[in-house]
């Protein structure tokens, strides 16, 4: 069986993840997708999809002190893992190599 790689949501919160650095929390992530796509993402399908990449190995998550805010409630930090890494360069690379040439028929020559 082929190869299954990375949807393009999948990609955006990996990608917002690591963007975010230490302070990728579930709201900061989901903040760093709205902007960068301009569009917004429901709870549903962004808590969905942390589920799913953590079960693949590609995040893992800690729990943080919260602050006063939360009550001092905790809050989950994520990180990619060095597997979703790697699952998100060959996705880059295999989308690359589809995208090459094309730069004509799009009309941006």
């Known amino acids: 069986m082929g190869r299954a790689f ?3 949501f999948e990609q955006r919160v990996l990608l917002a993840i690591l ?3 230490d302070q990728a929390f579930a709201i900061e992530v989901r903040k760093a997708v709205e902007d960068a796509s301009g ?3 429901s709870r549903g399908a962004f808590y969905t ?3 799913r990449l953590e079960r693949k190995g590609l995040l893992r998550w800690t729990a943080a002190r919260g602050d006063d ?7 989950r930090r994520f990180r990619v893992t060095a597997q979703g890494l790697r699952e998100l360069k060959a996705s880059r690379k295999t ?5 090459e040439g094309l730069e004509w028929t799009l009309g941006e020559n």
């Open 49 to 51: 999809t942390l589920d």
């Open 6 to 8: 990375l949807g393009e």
């Open 69 to 75: 805010h939360r009550d001092g409630l905790p809050q």
């Open 95 to 99: 989308l690359l190599a589809l995208w």
């Open 39 to 41: 569009q917004s993402v």
């Open 19 to 21: 963007r975010t650095g």
